[in-house]
């Protein structure tokens, strides 16, 4: 399973922006979908988290300024991210988890680069 993930860019602090991440192949159902990000010079931190059944989790920092959801399908993540500020800065990797040809799965994305410029 390939996941394609996009939407990142430079933005002003305040704005907004929302990523997307495309799995593909041989899906039967993603159960788990996560953002995390990396900022330069810090480790890898989850943000959000997707559970089956729609629960979801979020790191204090994003809390009511991130929100993670899907589509109908499934197979599409989306991180919307309102009053971005400096500190939201970094490359952002979506993560899934599920079957896909009678196996589990666990693949990441590319990452794509958010800035945002105070």
């Known amino acids: 399973v390939q996941l394609q993930a996009s939407g990142g860019g430079l933005v002003q602090a305040g704005g907004s922006l929302r990523l997307s991440c495309k799995a593909s192949?041989?899906?039967?159902?993603?159960?788990?979908w996560r953002w995390y990000r990396q900022a330069p010079g810090k480790e890898r931190e989850l943000v959000a988290t997707?559970?089956?059944?729609?629960?979801?989790t979020y790191i204090d920092s994003v809390k009511g300024r991130f929100t993670i959801s899907r589509d109908y399908t499934g197979d599409i993540a989306y991180l919307q991210m309102d009053d971005l500020k400096a500190e939201d800065t970094a490359v952002y990797y979506c993560?899934?988890?599920?079957?896909?040809?009678?196996?589990?799965?666990?693949?990441w994305g590319q990452g794509t680069l958010v800035t945002v410029s105070s």
């Open positions: 997707r559970a089956s059944g729609g629960f979801t």
């Open positions: 192949g041989n899906i039967f159902n993603v159960n788990v």
């Open positions: 993560n899934a988890e599920g079957r896909a040809e009678r196996r589990p799965f666990g693949s």
